[in-house]
């Protein structure tokens, strides 16, 4: 069994910078963080090998960056130059390594707002 555990959500002025965590139990391998807004199917933002290969969606690139500490089992995000159009609960997400345990796990979620 995987739990992930998010922190580092909450208020920021447009422009202005926050950083996610996901603590991880158990093994797994790429991990991602995601958003979803109400009334949308949940987005990936960006994901993260196991060797720490980074891949990032569109909007975010050159202001996000994804890094995992696997000492740690610990997954960031730093959303740098937030946009008005940025606020989204984000979720922490990793695949699961081993027999009865490959499948997709998800965090609880973290509110991030943008103030204009």
């Known amino acids: 069994q995987v739990q992930l555990v998010e922190s580092g959500g909450g208020l920021v002025q447009a422009g202005g910078s926050l950083r996610l965590s996901c603590a991880a139990s158990?093994?797994?391998?790429?991990m991602g963080w995601y958003r979803q807004v109400p009334g949308k199917q949940r987005e990936l933002v960006a994901a993260i090998s196991s060797v720490g290969s980074p891949n990032y969606v569109g909007p975010v690139k050159g202001r996000f960056t994804i890094s995992r500490d696997n000492a740690k089992k610990a997954l960031y995000l730093q959303m740098d130059s937030l946009k008005p159009e940025d606020p989204a609960v984000y979720y922490c997400n990793a695949w699961g390594v081993g027999a009865g345990n490959n499948r997709p796990y998800w965090g609880q979620g973290t509110q991030v707002t943008v103030s204009s």
């Open positions: 158990g093994s797994v391998n790429v």
